[in-house]
């Protein structure tokens, strides 16, 4: 079966960090773009940030840009999300996204191909 899960998640205080994993099985990672996507209770899905395959830069949402870095580990076939300098308003369900063949400038504006089941961030004093 081909799935995505995410781990990592949990509950930090402001000003925390944590790094949330993305660990693929019956795909590789390193054919794809991948993504990671937040929804918070009862707002829409907003996009964190994409790493290529490729050469092409790594994009991140303007709220969480100087604070979060995307990588990834082939050798592991993870994608990691390391989160520092969490507030409150980073508070949600995060998931992983495998998308192919899309440059990072586009990859919130394009549909995934796979998705994982998500991991709650919940950052609270």
């Known amino acids: 079966q081909l799935q995505l899960v995410e781990s990592g998640g949990g509950l930090v205080q402001p000003g925390g960090s944590l790094r949330l994993s993305c660990t693929a099985s019956g795909l590789t990672l390193d054919y794809y773009t991948i993504g990671w996507i937040r929804q918070a209770p009862g707002k829409g899905r907003e996009g964190v940030s994409c790493?290529?395959?490729?050469?092409?830069?790594?994009y991140y949402d303007d709220s969480v840009k100087d604070r979060f870095t995307i990588s990834r580990d082939s050798a592991k076939n993870t994608v990691y999300l390391q989160m520092s300098r969490l507030k409150p308003e980073d508070t949600a369900e995060y998931y992983c996204a495998a998308l192919r063949g899309t440059p990072t400038r586009l990859c919130m504006l394009v549909d995934p191909d796979y998705w994982g089941q998500g991991t709650q961030v919940t950052v609270s004093s």
């Open positions: 790493i290529s395959n490729t050469n092409d830069p790594t």
